[in-house]
């Protein structure tokens, strides 16, 4: 009990005078699923799909019921997650006017701004190698690749995998269980340079985690960090000969459990090099589960909803940390947390100052994963498009709009909104707007709040 | 691998010759929850539920995401656990016909018949000490109780918590949060005496408990049968003071959180006694989690209906095995597993023959639990009442009959069947019997022989 409050002391206490790390700053790996669905892992809950190397990164570290990404599709999710901002700030929202998208397409020129500080240039800052590697989607024209955003290099695609399809492909192709490489032209590059087209997607998994186990053997002499963007479980589904049928789950589970395989060689990668106690590895994905692409799509698990919706399902993710020593382990962690946290928790680990010149909207996580159990966060706004649909305050939600991803029914508004206690009710089945007037007040005082400061960023597609 | 090998030879051979454990057979504790859904666990991806000691377990032994329940309510679920024979031969399947309830009422006068061997009668005849604790349900009669059915003693409750209602209560009393404990007058039994009514429902799970452990001292000599069979998460809903507001999940999760604080006691208590190593234990529910009773009804997870139907969720259920040196730890097993099982797989450990003149249901899951990793059940029967409603058979499943649990509409008679592959698709949402023709064909063969064999027993209420 003593230990433990001294503990506590000298992390508030180092955190409130210098960076924490400076010394000798950890290694950062974050890896990041496209698509996959909160209920997608063994270790949440799904009946058929293996994921031994997932299932022991969370028996030897934190794994988060309450995780977040920042929206419910990729672009705007991958921005905040790299920015620690929100969308909506930055230009990367997507508009709600009709004729535009919520994601980056091939013909947008837009992307995230150069003057926003990523988690790569600020770990620059302090020396650290840097390395996207695959799915990008934040900018594709030369300017604003991975290379004009603090990345040393980069491997991979500058989009999903859907889009660069032939000509002449069947209707809804993408979520075929019976894919053909045939029916792609997906162009990979290396750095700012097309070094295959159309690319092998079958072998794109096992080609990343090689890209990735050079870069961490590459630079095991000095500080890292690692982007590790998988393109995968985002349809069409492809996977490695050594993956065929390798999952009772079918086409979809055996493009999880080879993004399973993967996440364990990077963990046995770091422990050959030594590197295993200085690394902090994060684990998630970028939204949910595409429910419309039926079986080529993953399951949001308890949760409603999926990809495209602010329901939980489209927003909340598996989210696992593992830094032996540090975080300590075997922790289910009920704290409320959020990808855009990752900015500044990575800065803090490297030592690395948030930039004050500019609204921030994630919180440091390094006093909830070394210790203390408590995140500073304690609102998350859910967004779609530049449209505020919903709020988290504490464990009641409240909903001022709400939609299903990708359903021809148009989002609904709720005027009163209508409110959900996720702790009790995590499916969100029974509004209790009508007995929790207050909670509902209180959340309306913050979405007033949040409106009246917000400066909305000059749309970038 | 050769190692490997050589267990598998020396398992075979021992399985085909001898009984394995009559040298020193080991202690058995099976405890069951009572309407427990397959999502409600920690370790089965539950949100907000805290299970540290179901979760340690699982860590600790093999967790199942295929163990069954051989019928989606109680009386005939208990039933066939006991026996490991379906309900329909032993007259506790219920009757569809008017007039006529799935699980016995206080007015019923049958129950399990007694020339059928259980569990605890078999493991009797090598001197275990037997004991039954919690909800019985399988006869009220004082000829029917579990004393006169292979127990030494007993102490619990004849049926349901909800089964003794005072008059006058609100309607839907069972499923209110505001539970009082004046609403019920329910009688609490040691062997065939009502020691006490109306019963402290609030402390009926610690007091089970500290019957449990005083079980477990007084025999650690001898080798022992625990049936601990919980009467929550059934409704009405009650807890010990000391959890109290302890669930983010509200009551429901207090109570699922005390019973788990109570399978920590019990391996607590194996490890103070030095029976740890020698005692085998196993973890399930009797039926999939009550849904229309809202908030005091529990969750199936990414599974579909729940109590009372034959969809997955009324009886897929938590399964987690351990014994520590015998079952390896960590392992989520997908193999096909069912209740009736325990009774075969309770009599290989004490080195009892199972009995040869009649029809048995359940199959010996030693050979699996102890290394081989594989199960000798191939079918599964979903009876609802005394009709077959569908039958599983390797990884598909056909519908004969749909029903959601305690629905105003009537069952859906299917013909030709619906079909599910419930590996690639758990949640049973796309029929595929139109391409899989072959496998609906292979289970009907089931269906039929299974009809034509089957002998219905003398219904006992």
Redesign the interface.
Known sequence: MLKHSILLILLCTANLSAPLYAAKPPNIIIILADDLGY?DL?C?????I?T?NL?RMA?EGMRF??FYVAACVCTPSRAALMTGRLPIRIGMAGLSAPGHRDVLVPKDTGGLPLEETTIASALKTKGYATQCIGKWHLGHTPQLLPTHHGFDSFYGLRWSVDQEPNKGIPKNASARLDQKLEWWNDALLRDDKIIEQPTDLSTLTRRYTAEAIHFIEANKGRPFFLYFAHSYPHVPLFRSKDFEQHS???L??DVVEELDWSVGQVFATLKKEGLDQNTFVFFTSDNGPWLTK??AGG?A???RGGKGSTWEGGMREPGIARWPGKIPA?V?M?ELACSMDLFNTCLALAGVAVPKDRVMDGVDMTPMLLGNGHSAREVMFYYRKDQLYAVRKG?YKAHLVTYDGYSPQPPVEHDPPILY???????E??DIAGEQAEAVADIMREVEKHKRELVVGKPQF
Do not use: K
């Open positions: 209920g063994s949440y809950g799904h009946p058929t293996r031994p299932d028996a019921t309450d009772l789950r079918g979809y589970g039926d079986l399951s698990g308890p949760l075997g289910v009920h464990h206690d996720l702790n009790s009710d995590p499916s089945r029974f």
